[in-house]
T-cell receptor, first 115, second 111 residues
Framework: DAGVIQSPRHEVTEMGQEVTLRCKPI?????LFWYRQTMMRGLELLIY????????DSGMPEDRFSAKMPNASFSTLKIQPSEPRDSAVYFC?????????????FGDGTRLSIL | KQEVTQIPAALSVPEGENLVLNCSFT??????LQWFRQDPGKGLTSLLL?????REQTSGRLNASLDKSSGRSTLYIAASQPGDSATYLC??????????FGGGTRLMVKP
């Protein structure tokens, strides 16, 4: 079991640039979640998908943020244009269906720094 | 809106001690509560998940309890070891599949 795979692990870019974060969920997991972690705000849910369909994007901070899940094995989180306050660690997690009591499995995150 | 609080924010203990981490939440209408461990530079690893109908779950030296009516959970770690040093987060799941996380307790177990 490869676990949830995120890329890149680290990203440093200048403000105004487009940033794309990638996630491969665990095979067979039907739900996928994008989180952001900062010292000030802790872990916040940005958006989650079920069967590739966005279900709740109320955590997406601004229109600069967008997420897609074109198929069951791949999702992207895009920031365009990026700003220094977007600097954070972004986590992807996946979870199998089968009731409400399955744990989420997290990737190792992408550490994003916007200069 | 659900709010989750963890106390203490940081804890340093000598090896071998038994310790308790606390988690409280404001909305008791939860589906489940999870305890996670996060190592520096890593993602979260699920330790224990307690369903709303359960009172506790155990895994090895870890025991988590849940008192839904009072909005509290504790994570008990027996005979702590230096390898237990990490940040421990609790998260509650309400309706809609969303997890709300506490701010975490940063644990240091000194040899």
């Amino acid at each position: 079991d490869a676990g949830v795979i995120q890329s890149p692990r680290h990203e440093v870019t200048e403000m105004g640039q487009e940033v794309t974060l990638r996630c491969k969920p665990i095979s067979g997991h039907n739900s996928l979640f994008w989180y952001r972690q900062t010292m000030m705000r802790g872990l916040e849910l940005l958006i989650y998908f079920n069967n590739n369909v966005p279900i709740d994007d109320s955590g997406m901070p601004e229109d600069r943020f967008s997420a897609k899940m074109p198929n069951a094995s791949f999702s992207t989180l895009k920031i365009q244009p990026s700003e220094p306050r977007d600097s954070a660690v972004y986590f992807c997690a996946s979870r199998p269906d089968g009731g409400s009591n399955q744990p989420q499995h997290f990737g190792d995150g992408t550490r994003l720094s916007i200069l | 809106k659900q709010e989750v609080t963890q106390i203490p924010a940081a804890l340093s203990v000598p090896e071998g001690e038994n310790l308790v981490l606390n988690c409280s939440f404001t909305d008791s209408a939860i589906y489940n509560l999870q305890w996670f461990r996060q190592d520096p530079g890593k993602g979260l690893t699920s330790l224990l998940l307690i369903q709303s109908s359960q009172r506790e779950q155990t895994s090895g030296r870890l025991n988590a309890s849940l008192d839904k009516s009072s909005g509290r959970s504790t994570l008990y770690i027996a005979a702590s070891q230096p390898g237990d040093s990490a940040t421990y987060l609790c998260a509650v799941r309400n309706a809609g599949n969303m997890l709300t996380f506490g701010g975490g307790t940063r644990l240091m177990v000194k040899p």
